[in-house]
């Protein structure tokens, strides 16, 4: 079945700082990934949709020049999030959808736990 | 306002028993429905989809239903065992976009 990767899979920093996670679909091609959001008991949120090739769409109150995307090739897409405050922390999950398939179908990666301190 | 709502934050029951999980929404018309499987600390698992003009949708023990004049879905597990012990989400689609619930989490007793 198609595989979603995220690197890393936790990470912790100093507040001010930039953190970059990585999203990879591992055997197929992604013409579109997705980057969520969610809060500790609380439903994941969706932040942006990236097209390889095209600059991501945000949805509404997140801070694009906060939250950097990058979706440079068909299989990665990254995010940046720049002078991370605490507020920030969270669970960072990627998902993908592959090009040839059902386009309804998107397939998750397991998730980067943010710790801003 | 668009809201989609999950019955209840939690659903404990005793294995070998029925799990029926619930979904409601409004001000949607999604195309189609999806269920995910999440673990604690992981990414969500996509389970079944369900579009508009299907009522219902089994694999293996799992079964959804999608009523688009009640706008709710259903989400039924069959003799149910502590593995089954997570939380699901439903998710629909609004243009393209998967919108999730807030999830129930259930805990299948031995």
């Known amino acids: 079945g198609a595989v979603v990767s995220q690197h890393p899979s936790r990470v912790i920093c100093k507040s001010g700082t930039s953190v970059k996670i990585e999203c990879r679909s591992l055997?197929?091609?992604?013409?579109?990934m997705f980057w969520y959001r969610q809060f500790p008991k609380q439903s994941l949120m969706l932040m942006a949709t990236?097209?390889?090739?095209?600059?991501?769409?945000?949805e509404q109150g997140v801070e694009k020049d906060k939250f950097l995307i990058n979706h440079a090739s068909l299989t990665l897409s990254t995010l940046t999030v720049t002078s991370a405050h605490p507020e920030d922390s969270s669970f960072y999950i990627c998902s993908a959808r592959d090009g040839r398939g059902r386009q309804e179908t998107q397939y998750f990666g397991p998730g980067t736990r943010l710790l801003v301190l | 306002s668009q809201k989609i709502e999950q019955n209840s934050e939690a659903l404990n029951i005793q294995e070998g028993k029925t799990a029926t999980l619930t979904c409601n929404y409004t001000n949607y018309s999604p195309a189609y429905l999806q269920w995910y499987r999440q673990d604690p600390g992981r990414g969500p698992v996509f389970l079944l989809l369900i579009r508009e003009n299907e009522k219902e949708k089994r694999k293996e023990r799992l079964k959804v239903t999608f009523d688009t004049t009640l706008k709710q879905s259903l989400f039924h597990i069959t003799a149910s065992q502590p593995a089954d012990s997570a939380t699901y989400l439903c998710?629909?689609?609004?243009?393209?976009?998967?919108?999730f619930g807030q999830g129930t989490t259930l805990q299948v007793k031995p």
């Open positions: 998710a629909l689609d609004n243009t393209g976009k998967l919108i």
């Open positions: 055997d197929f091609q992604a013409t579109t």
């Open positions: 990236s097209n390889e090739g095209s600059k991501a769409t945000y």
